[in-house]
């Protein structure tokens, strides 16, 4: 349990701690000079249990307010100082509120200095200490009575943290480790030491770890926990980590500066959150400056309402923090907000959105997903998300923002009977009814498309996105189409969406004519095969005849469109294609067109319109007279009998190229041959 001091400067806190625990926390050169706290102290007492007690003493004067912030974020249980002859002061009340707002409910009113004052005195400050606590958390604590000079009471009050300790709640050990920096420094033959308060999770040492928000890697070389050298540090306690890695210093890391599990490291600048205004404070307006306090940071913040009215005072609201640097947090951290000029704290909350967006903040759909992330628990939380727009989780963040262990994802889907899609670095997840709407949806549509476009071989992926709702992004579009095709519901050719049933088949007398057309571009002509106007004159079959075939053969697979009205066989292009790649191995800083040329024992001219004909489609790229194979694109040409190593990288199961909806990379500007995802797709026979 770690225990922080909270009161008036020089109520007796520092003397308070060093009673209990026999450790002066003023380590100062400057405390000692002043007889005040400056900055953070820390000291821990054994308990009978065998466990260790951590304490956290703050300093009590307004000018050092953002230091005791700084310890105040990890505490679990509050001793509330009060001098005797002094009584209830300005940082007295201020400390109960900023306790009050950082969720600590547990604790005990100390009534120090006793031997300052007399029974009836004391007995008069107990009714103003209930009235100071009244509509906090902490209302109704007990009021202890001690003298660090004489010692009464103090025997009594250190038995009453080791019972507080026995029955404390243990903060969450399954979550993700993430500890808040408080203190960081170099030893002599150690290294650099940072020290703070372990939020959640556990720590081992050996393992490796961020300094977040700078995203710095580290080793963990050691650890002390609660004082005493570990194998493991876990939530709740305080620790101080020998860390080791490129760039780390003491230099590195800094108050504020949290060291978590790389999976956590998303430093954020836009937070949606809940505020609660301090009563004595004034309203707060659209935009309005502050200074953020989290854990043991410290930004600059400016707050945007979104709600349509200011927030009055003691009034609570949903508001979007912006921040003038980024912070590493969790949903549902407190924070804390005081005015620029340090003087006042004016109220504080919870984080709800770890990565809020900067337009559409006010929006209908917004809202309703703020409603679903305020849930605290992560399984309503996950379910509300999937009832509202726009009806799918990214799962990896949602349980990266709450610090929930890696496998939670897993759990989660499964309990809740989630659908899972997996994407390139995350899963993405929806319910059962929204994915039965979404595989309706994609079915209907498909079903309508082959009834009016029979000898098309289905819809563009991106034209039947916009067709449907929910509307996803693409990729994860394309991904849910993979679940789709993998369970036959669909199937993928190239850019093309059908159904398993349907099938383009040329008719007899097409077929008829395609079986006199093939030879002409085939065998030892291949590389050089004639074209559309050239064929209709050695066959005798009319140009527009040819070249409506050559495009229907083209949309069904067999042949690609090189240049206007000069079409190759599929596997002559994909022989074509293996050509370059040979070349390229050879000449690491590429080939030139005279080398390809060579190669097909072709003429200048059509040489040339093959390569920009595989440039267009980045399987080539080009520098000067030079051209290199893009490994990434090489899969868009390959034999018909070439089975692909992992179908999973790109989503298709043949190639791209002479679809219809295919991009050739310039803007919107259609390949050879077809129709970009915007334009109209061909009349189909059933309308000529």
Known sequence: MIIGTAGHVDHGKTALVRALTGVDTDRLKEEKARGISIDLGFAYMPAPDGGVLGFVDVPGHEKFIHNMLAGAGGIDFVLLVVAADDGIMPQTREHVAIVDLLGVERGVVVLTKIDLAAVERREALKAEIADALAGTALVGLDVVSVSTVSGE??????????????????????????????????????????????????????DHVKVSPSGISARVRSIHAQNRPAERGEAGERCALNLTGDGIDKNAVHRGDVVLDAGLHAPTDRIDATLRLLPSEPTVTQWFPTRLHHAAAEAGARVVLLADRPIAPGAEARVQLVLERPIAAAAGDRFVLRDTSAQRTIGGGRFINLHAPARKRRTLERLKQLDALATTDPNEALIALCECAPYYVDLTAFTRDRALATDHVEHLAVELGLVRIA??????????????????????????????????????????????????????????????????DVALDGAWVRLPSHEIRLTAAEEAIWQKVRHLIAGEERFRPPRVRDIAGLTGIGEAKVRHLFKLASRIGKVDEVARDHFFLRSTVAEMADIAADLAAEA?????????????????????????????????????????????????????DEELSDTSEHGRESSLVGRPDFKSGKGREPVFGGFDSHSLPPISRSKR
Do not use: C
């Open 153 to 206: 009471g103090i025997d009594a009050l250190r038995a009453r943290l080791f019972a507080e300790a026995l029955v404390a709640t243990p903060r969450p050990v399954s979550k993700r480790f993430r500890l808040a920096v408080d203190r960081s420094f170099s030893l002599t033959g150690v290294g650099t030491v940072v020290t703070g308060t372990v939020l959640s999770g556990a720590v081992a040492v050996g």
């Open 423 to 488: 994407l390139q670095n995350t899963f993405a997840a929806m319910s059962q009814a929204t994915w039965a709407v979404l595989k309706a949806g994609v079915v209907s549509k498909l079903t309508a498309f082959h009834a009016d476009n029979p000898d098309l071989p289905g819809v563009g992926m991106e034209r039947l996105r916009l067709q449907l709702q929910p509307r996803l992004p693409a990729p994860l579009f394309a991904a849910a189409l993979q679940n789709l095709a993998q369970v036959k």
């Open 588 to 640: 690491p800083n590429g080939f030139t067109a005279a080398e390809f040329r060579d190669q097909l024992d072709n003429g200048r001219k059509v040489t040339i319109q093959i390569l920009e004909f595989f440039d267009r489609h980045s399987v080539t790229l080009r520098r000067g007279d030079l051209r290199r194979i893009n490994k990434h694109r090489r899969y868009l040409f390959r034999r018909p």
